[in-house]
């Protein structure tokens, strides 16, 4: 977790009478270590930290840090502050709390869908309107009307056209990170296919899983949100998929 943005008022300054004691290059060393910590997330290595605030040398940096040590804690060579440790506890708590409702509200706005069937009570079209399809079991009527009605749907072609359509567009909602990333997106396309073809579902499973993607873009860690929320879908990341 990259903190970028941090709640610091001026009582946490001028309020304090030792800082209000320090001269105002003691000051500036205090403020920026206290930066300089926030930018680490946490505890930092103590050593070499006279060039990290920009000291003249090791001697310049004790003379500062004779004077302001002592509202820093070292502990097994890391230095780290009272202020700043819970700081990043109030923001962690505060982005898993949003985290954990952003889940919640994706399941209760999907709670009417019965994903398990294969084939969602009500479905949106690429353009978000609404089509009824009605409470159908896929795999009880697979040799009734649901094959007559599926059969263009898995239409090998369309089915491949729609894979390229669905791993482009999430690379764009969610960019993959690294190799890792490319690969779990492959394989969640490769599931679709195999669905689509096999008659599990229908194409339009890559529209349902397009929009989880856009639930979890914004989430702490979209990739990870993005795999949790598939599994509403039947989708499970330990599977092969051909």
Known sequence: ???????????????????????????????????????????????????????????????????????????????????????????????QAKRKSGLKGAKKRWHNHNFANGINVTNENENGNVIENGNRDISS???????????????????QQKAIDFIDTLNRI?????????????????????????GKFGTEMFFHALKFAREAKNGDNPQALFMSLLKQLGYHPKKEYE
């Open 1 to 95: 977790m990259k903190i970028i943005f941090v709640q610091l008022t001026y009582n946490d300054f001028l309020n304090d009478p030792d800082f209000v004691k320090m001269t105002l290059e003691e000051k500036g060393a205090y403020f920026y270590l206290i930066l300089f910590l926030f930018s680490k997330n946490g505890p930092a290595d103590f050593e070499n930290l006279w060039r990290a605030i920009g000291c003249r040398d090791e001697k310049h940096f004790q003379e500062i840090w004779d004077a302001i040590g002592y509202k820093f804690k070292i502990k097994n060579g890391k230095i780290s502050h009272k202020m700043v440790a819970s700081e990043i506890s109030r923001i962690r708590k505060l982005r």
């Open 174 to 198: 969610i960019p993959p990170k690294n190799r890792s990333d490319r690969t779990s997106y492959k394989k969640v396309t490769r599931w679709l296919i195999t669905g689509c073809r096999d």
């Open 141 to 159: 009527n697979s040799n009734n009307q649901s094959l007559s009605s599926s059969n263009s749907l898995r239409n090998d072609a369309e089915i």
